[in-house]
């Protein structure tokens, strides 16, 4: 069941919902399946969609957002996820949060662990910012939106092509280099 609207794009709407069956509150991230369009990385918005649930699906870990299942119905492509109440690293930045001195380490060795799990298993976040870490209300992270993530054994992205959020990406994505 929907129960409210947390977010909309320009390709979909993420919804906060509850799973009856298995009782549990859900993230339900949208699609519409008219983005069948290519972009200029020459895939299109739902391959790239079926990747971010293929991606984030194979992670198990405490400090990444948990897929539970990916499908469509009709016109609409969906994968429901673990909800996180809390807010994302830009929520804070926007608001004019400082972290403490004490308290940064311990951010960014979450972040860190999370990513090296993430790297471990094959995927590549490659658009890691704080609109994509999710601080939870007990202060513990979790990286989320894996929608233009590389896993190691896809096939999804071509050579030379920069995607992501310039003012975060790695260099050797500038470079056109192999991601490390």
Not at 36 to 60: H, I, K, M, P, V
Request: one cysteine or more; proline letters at 4%; charged letters at 25%.
């Amino acid at each position: 069941r929907i129960t409210e609207v947390l977010g909309e794009g320009a390709m979909g709407v993420v919804y906060k919902g509850f799973d009856p069956d298995i009782q549990r509150v859900v993230a339900l991230k949208t699609i519409r399946a008219s983005f069948g369009d290519r972009g200029s990385d020459g895939a299109s918005a739902a391959a790239r969609f079926r990747n971010e649930a293929q991606a984030a699906g194979r992670l198990t870990h405490p400090g990444i957002v948990a897929v539970y299942d990916f499908g469509h119905d009709d016109d609409i492509a969906f994968i429901a996820m673990e909800f996180v109440e809390g807010h994302t690293l830009a929520h804070y930045l926007v608001n004019k949060l400082r972290f403490t001195d004490a308290d940064i380490p311990g951010v960014i060795c979450q972040l860190l662990d999370a990513l090296d799990h993430a790297h471990e298993q094959g995927v590549w976040h490659r658009d890691i910012k704080p609109a994509n870490i999710i601080m939870a209300r007990n202060g513990r992270l979790k990286v989320a939106d894996f929608g233009i993530a590389r896993i190691e054994d896809a096939n999804l992205t071509q050579a030379n092509v920069m995607i992501g959020t310039p003012t975060y990406m790695a260099p050797e994505q500038f470079l056109g280099t192999p991601m490390d």
